[in-house]
């Protein structure tokens, strides 16, 4: 059974910075799609970053320069940096997951994983 679950949220002001983690189980991470999404209130999820299997990385462009998505496959674990935080981060943030057998072509569509944690509440004050 698939399981994800975030942790490293919390609340922090502008300019600061956070470390997301997913820690993965159930499945061969290494064959795994993995994306971060987040969903603040009264608006879509959306699509933050994404790792293929090869380990290239796609950001959304709110996030380019900030934000960085890495993964620990000896640890089963997703991260994602946060760096330069503005309150327009805020948001509950999400992994995500798909079996792929390509080591590129991963999504950004949320419609597109197959599995997704709970989420962790990152809240960023001016």
């Known amino acids: 059974q698939v399981q994800l679950v975030e942790s490293g949220g919390g609340s922090v002001q502008a300019g600061g910075s956070l470390r997301l983690s997913c820690a993965a189980s159930?499945?061969?991470?290494?064959?795994?799609?993995m994306g971060w999404f987040r969903q603040a209130p009264g608006k879509e999820r959306e699509g933050v970053a994404r790792?293929?299997?090869?380990?290239?990385?796609n950001y959304a462009d709110s996030v380019k320069g900030r934000f960085t998505i890495s993964q620990d496959n000896a640890k089963n674990t997703l991260y994602l940096q946060m760096d330069s935080l503005t309150p327009e981060d805020t948001a509950m943030y999400y992994c995500?997951?798909?079996?792929?057998?390509?080591?590129?072509?991963?999504?950004?569509?949320?419609?597109?994983?197959?599995?997704w944690g709970q989420g962790t509440q990152v809240t960023v004050s001016s």
């Open positions: 995500a997951a798909r079996p792929s057998i390509y080591r590129s072509g991963c999504r950004d569509d949320k419609d597109w994983y197959n599995y």
């Open positions: 159930g499945y061969t991470f290494s064959n795994y799609c």
């Open positions: 790792i293929d299997l090869g380990g290239s990385t």
